[in-house]
């Protein structure tokens, strides 16, 4: 699968960015400042870099620079993450050579859209497009299609989005606040007890008893999992 280095000194943003890269099927590097982030573009040699403009030693600028003037990473895809909404700013990105730029706030699903976009248009490998199955359910991410036993599954975007995050990590306990952050969008304000709402909604759709739920288990004074243990 494709590699993408995340660059922010903002560690929420890095979770929530690496949770719906790593959904779609992404593997995912992190790095919080700009010396870290040079060490692991030489190091590491991802296929794609998603670079914050502002961090503490070296700018976004000062990196792309440096990626650029260095022949063996020249060709590394860049795309710049930054709350300056100034053209300037922008040009002075795209001219010293970033493929795309992002303000922010931003959808995490366009970051991953912007993400596929970049990588198909720099040749850098097949975008994956990956399928989840768990029992009778199957779940194809590129599609956003949902089948229970065969037969398709309507869903809302986030009852898609909460089973996404359940079915790739069966098993796995999710608080509230997890599911809220990666499902809802960090600047989500609501009351983490919507999810419930939401979880009681998508059981209706593929349990066949949403009282005695098979897919989605609910552990008590934590959130909630796909299976058992």
Same mark, same amino acid.
């Given at each position: 699968? $494709?590699?993408? =280095? @995340?660059?922010?000194?903002? *560690? *929420?943003?890095?979770?929530?960015? &690496?949770?719906?890269?790593?959904?779609?099927?992404?593997?995912?590097? #992190?790095?919080?400042?700009?010396? %870290?982030?040079?060490?692991?573009?030489?190091?590491? &040699? $991802?296929?794609?870099?998603?670079?914050?403009?502002?961090?503490?030693?070296?700018?976004?600028?000062?990196? %792309?620079?440096?990626?650029?003037?260095?022949?063996?990473?020249?060709?590394?895809?860049?795309?710049?993450?930054?709350? +300056?909404?100034?053209?300037?700013?922008?040009?002075?990105? =795209?001219?010293?050579?970033?493929?795309?730029?992002?303000? *922010?706030?931003?959808?995490?699903?366009?970051?991953?859209?912007?993400? &596929?976009?970049?990588?198909? +248009?720099?040749?850098?490998?097949?975008?994956?497009?990956? @399928?989840?199955?768990?029992? #009778?359910?199957?779940?194809?991410?590129?599609?956003?299609?949902?089948? =229970?036993?065969?037969? $398709?599954?309507?869903?809302?975007?986030?009852?898609?989005?909460?089973?996404?995050? =359940?079915? &790739?990590?069966?098993? +796995?306990?999710?608080?509230?606040?997890?599911?809220?952050?990666? #499902?809802?969008?960090?600047?989500?304000?609501?009351?983490?007890?919507?999810?419930?709402?939401?979880?009681?909604?998508?059981?209706?759709?593929?349990?066949?008893?949403?009282?005695?739920?098979?897919?989605?288990?609910? @552990?008590?004074?934590?959130?909630?999992?796909?299976?058992?243990?």
């Amino acid at each position: 699968m $494709p590699r993408i =280095l @995340v660059v922010d000194d903002d *560690k *929420k943003i890095v979770r929530l960015i &690496k949770a719906y890269l790593e959904q779609a099927g992404f593997t995912v590097l #992190a790095a919080y400042d700009g010396e %870290t982030a040079l060490h692991t573009i030489r190091r590491e &040699k $991802p296929d794609l870099a998603l670079l914050d403009l502002m961090l503490p030693d070296h700018d976004g600028w000062d990196i %792309t620079r440096l990626v650029r003037s260095d022949p063996s990473l020249a060709q590394l895809p860049i795309i710049m993450l930054t709350a +300056r909404i100034e053209d300037a700013d922008k040009i002075i990105g =795209l001219e010293l050579g970033a493929d795309d730029y992002i303000t *922010k706030p931003f959808n995490p699903r366009e970051v991953v859209a912007r993400v &596929k976009s970049v990588l198909r +248009r720099a040749g850098g490998g097949a975008v994956p497009s990956p @399928v989840y199955r768990f029992g #009778a359910l199957e779940l194809n991410v590129e599609s956003h299609r949902v089948t =229970l036993n065969g037969q $398709p599954v309507d869903l809302t975007p986030t009852e898609f989005d909460l089973l996404s995050i =359940l079915i &790739k990590n069966p098993g +796995r306990v999710f608080s509230r606040a997890e599911l809220v952050e990666q #499902a809802l969008g960090y600047t989500y304000t609501g009351p983490e007890r919507s999810v419930d709402t939401h979880i009681k909604n998508l059981r209706k759709k593929i349990e066949g008893n949403p009282g005695k739920p098979q897919f989605i288990q609910t @552990v008590h004074g934590i959130g909630y999992r796909l299976g058992g243990n």
